[in-house]
């Protein structure tokens, strides 16, 4: 129904299901952002290959249910660049040639985690992938401010602009208006 009233717009789906995303590739999906990587149901990537669309390979420690149960790392970037970089291969290997990397902020992290990770995003660009970042609304913000997730608004375009900053290319939000000014803001300053 999107596509019909505005055929332009580039739709994408989340899930980790193969099934669920080749439906919806079926009825005009370009993009299969994927929270598990390709880690829960690996036949994805033969689905994203069938269809020749883009994949979000995001990394996630854990299920959804109990990610936040505890989660502890040695080295939280090392990790997750390492996750990464073995899951963007596997995408390769099967011939997908359009592949976003997301570091899963608030997926199976803790405060620090999450901060590490924005703060050395500059070591992703290495992969050579585009990185996409969901930093809206995040319940790390609410615990180093004290702010409830509808006073977030703020603070998550102050970290989208240092993401945008050290190498983030796409942003995901709820707060649409806002991070697209950051974003032409960006891109006013910024030719790379």
């Not at 789906?13 to 990587?37: C, F, Q, R, Y």
């Not at 969901?134 to 401010?145: A, P, Q």
């Not at 970290?159 to 803001?185: D, E, Y």
Request: net charge neutral; glycine share 6%.
């Amino acid at each position: 129904e999107i596509l019909k009233r505005k055929p332009d717009a580039i739709l994408s789906i989340d899930t980790t299901k193969a099934n669920v995303a080749k439906e919806a590739l079926k009825s005009g999906v370009s993009i299969v952002n994927d929270i598990s990587g390709g880690m829960f149901e690996p036949d994805i990537f033969n689905v994203v290959k069938e269809f020749n669309v883009a994949i979000v390979l995001m990394h996630i420690k854990g299920k959804p249910k109990t990610m936040q149960a505890s989660p502890v790392y040695s080295d939280v970037v090392s990790e997750v660049y390492n996750y990464l970089a073995i899951q963007s291969e596997i995408a390769c290997t099967h011939g997908i040639h359009k592949i976003i990397i997301d570091p899963g902020i608030g997926f199976g992290k803790r405060t620090e985690d999450n901060l590490g990770l924005i703060e050395r995003l500059e070591d992703f660009k290495s992969l050579g992938f585009p990185i996409m970042m969901g930093l809206s609304r995040k319940s790390f913000i609410g615990n180093i401010l004290n702010l409830p997730v509808e006073e977030r608004d703020d603070a998550t375009n102050t970290l989208n602009s240092f993401s945008l900053w050290n190498g983030a290319r796409m942003i995901r939000t709820h707060n649409v208006k806002q991070a697209v000014q950051t974003c032409k803001l960006f891109n006013s300053m910024i030719k790379d």
